[in-house]
C-alpha cells in the first residue's frame, strides 16, 4: 500500500518562505509524476506544480510562478516544494500526488492516483 505524508506546514508572516516536503511509503514512485495541489478553506483543490518522473520538465500554476520551486530526490522517494515570498492567498491545505503519466492531466486531479493528506500552510498579513 503507498503512502504519501507530506510535512513542512505552518504559519508565517507575509513575505516570509516555506519548504513542503513528501515521502512515499510502502513502493517506489521514482518512474512517478509528482505535483503538490492546495485548497483553500471553502474552494476547490487546486493545481500548484508539477515534475517528470525524470526531475527535469516542470510545471507550474501562474498563481506560484517565480514563487515556487518543486523538486524531487528519486534515490529517497521524495518530492519537495518551496515556497518563497509567500501571500496571504496561498494559506491553503497542500497535498502531494503521484501519478504515473506526464500529459496534458498533469495539471488536473485525474492525473494522479495517489494522495497525501495534507499539510496545512497559513499565511497572515
Known amino acids: 500500500q503507498v503512502q504519501l505524508v507530506e510535512s513542512g506546514g505552518g504559519l508565517v508572516p507575509a513575505g516570509d518562505s516555506l519548504r513542503l516536503s513528501c515521502a512515499a511509503s510502502g513502493r517506489t514512485l521514482s518512474r512517478y509524476v509528482k505535483a503538490w495541489f492546495r485548497q483553500a478553506r471553502g474552494k476547490e483543490r487546486e493545481f500548484v506544480a508539477a515534475i517528470s518522473s525524470s526531475g527535469g520538465p516542470t510545471y507550474y500554476a501562474n498563481s506560484v510562478k517565480g514563487r515556487f520551486t518543486i523538486s524531487r530526490d528519486n534515490a529517497g522517494n521524495t518530492v519537495a516544494l518551496q515556497m518563497n515570498s509567500l501571500k496571504p492567498e496561498d494559506t491553503a491545505v497542500y497535498y502531494c500526488?503521484?501519478?504515473?503519466?506526464?500529459?496534458?492531466?498533469?495539471?488536473?486531479?485525474?492525473?494522479?492516483?495517489?494522495w497525501g493528506q495534507g499539510t496545512e500552510v497559513t499565511v497572515s498579513s
Open positions: 500526488a503521484a501519478g504515473p503519466t506526464w500529459s496534458q492531466l498533469i495539471s488536473s486531479e485525474r492525473g494522479y492516483n495517489y
